[in-house]
C-alpha cells in the first residue's frame, strides 16, 4: 500500500495539471468533447481497450490484467455546470456562465491517474477494470445514456465511484450502506386562473393567491404527511406570473424539486401533491396540472461493497474512514449504475489542510475551491479498491 500511495504522489503534478486545463474550459452536458480528448491524450501510451456510444462523447477505457477474473468499474463525471465562477484562481473558467462548481475535473483527473497506476501493474491486475468517463451527470442522465448504448457491456461485478466534498474534513473518507443520496424528480404546476384588471379582482380569479396558498401547503404536507424515517424535500425554486403592476395575470407557474429516499416515498410524495395541488386550486375555483418528470433515482450502496471500502481505506489510510450517519439530499446518476451493478460511491474530503473545513464553500457554489494535493489519495484509493476486488471481491 505504501508504494502505491508514493506512486499516486508522484503523478499529482499531472493530475493537477490535466485537472486545471479542464476547469479552465469547462463543458455542459452529454457533449463534452473538448475534456474527453483531453482523457484521451492523458492515457493515450497506455494498452487500454476504447468504447464510445453514438448518445454522448462518454468514454469507456478497459485495462485487461494477467489473469482472466472479476471485472470492476471505476467512474469519474466529466461535465460542469451552467453557473459563473468567483474563485479568482489563476486558472478559473474562460467559458462565461460554466464552472466546474461540483468537482468533476477533479473526479477526471483522478481516475486518469488511476488508470496510469493501474496500467503500470497491469500483469499483476487478477481481472479486468474499466475506467467510466461519464459526461452529463448534472442532470443530464449520461450514465443511464452510456448504458443504453451497451458501453458497460458486460456488465463488471462491482463498481465504484468517489465524490469531492470541499467542505468536509482533508482527506477524510466517508460513505454508508443502503441509501447515500436521494432521487430527484422536477414538479411542475400551472394555476389557471381568469386574467383581468388589477383594480377589479373580483371580476378576475387570481392565479397568484392560490400558486402561494399552494406553496405553504406543500410545507405543510411534508412536515405532517411525510416520515421522518422515510423523508422527502419538497423545494419550489421559482414562481412565474403576470407582466405588469396593474394586469391579474391569466396563470401562475411554479417550478420545483422533490428528493426521497425510496421507491414507496417517492410514489407516495407524487400522489399527495398532486391531490393537495388539485385540491387547493379548485377550492378557490381555479384549475391545476401538475406535472411530475423523474429525474435520478435513488443512489444505493450495497453494503458488502461499503464494509469492502471501509477495510480498504483503513488499510491505505488508517483513521480516514467516517461512517456516514444519514444520507445526503442530493442526487447523482452513478445512481443508475447502482441499480444494475453492486458497489458503492464514497465522498472525498477535499478542504485544505487545517482550514475550518465546515466554513468552507460547498459544491455547486459560485466560490467552491479544493486542495489538489488530496487527488493523490483519490487516485491511491481508486487503484486499491480495483486491485483488492479483483483479487478476493467484496471479501477482501
Known sequence: METLIAAADALLPDMVALRRAIHAEPELGLMTPKTSARVREALADLPLEWREGPSTTGLVATLRGGANGRTVLLRGDMDALPMPEDTGLPFASQVEGVMHACGHDSHTAMLVGAA??????????????????????????????????????????????????????????????????????????????????????????????????????????????VPVADPAVVTIG??????????????????????????????????????????????????????FTEGFPVTVCDPRAVAFGRATVEALFPGAWQEMAQPVMGA????????????????????????????????????????????????????????????NGFSA
Open 116 to 225: 496510469r497506476l493501474l496500467c503500470g501493474m497491469r500483469e499483476q491486475l487478477a481481472g479486468t477494470v474499466m475506467f467510466m468517463f461519464q459526461p452529463g451527470e448534472e442532470g443530464h442522465h449520461g450514465a443511464r445514456f452510456m448504458l443504453e448504448d451497451g458501453l458497460l457491456d458486460p456488465l463488471p461485478d462491482a463498481a465504484f465511484a468517489l465524490h469531492v466534498m470541499p467542505n468536509a474534513p482533508h482527506g477524510m473518507v466517508g460513505g454508508r450502506a443502503g441509501a447515500l443520496l436521494a432521487s430527484a424528480d422536477l414538479l411542475e404546476v400551472t394555476v389557471v386562473g381568469k386574467g383581468g384588471h388589477a383594480s377589479m379582482p373580483h371580476d378576475a380569479l387570481d392565479p397568484i393567491p392560490i400558486a402561494c396558498a399552494i406553496v405553504s401547503a406543500i410545507q405543510t404536507f411534508v412536515t405532517r404527511e
Open 238 to 291: 421559482r414562481i412565474q406570473a403576470g407582466t405588469t403592476n396593474n394586469v391579474i395575470a391569466e396563470k401562475a407557474e411554479l417550478l420545483g424539486t422533490i428528493r426521497t429516499l425510496s421507491r414507496h416515498r417517492r410514489a407516495a410524495v407524487q400522489q399527495g401533491l398532486r391531490r393537495l395541488v388539485e385540491g387547493i386550486a379548485a377550492a378557490h375555483g381555479a384549475t391545476a396540472h401538475v406535472r
Open 332 to 391: 447523482e446518476d452513478f445512481a443508475y449504475v447502482l441499480e444494475k451493478v453492486p458497489g458503492a460511491m464514497f465522498f472525498l474530503g477535499v478542504s485544505h489542510e487545517g482550514a475550518e473545513w465546515r466554513q468552507c464553500c460547498p459544491l455547486h457554489s459560485n466560490r467552491m475551491v479544493l486542495d489538489e494535493s488530496v487527488m493523490a489519495r483519490g487516485a491511491a484509493l481508486h487503484a486499491a479498491l480495483a486491485i483488492r476486488f479483483l483479487e
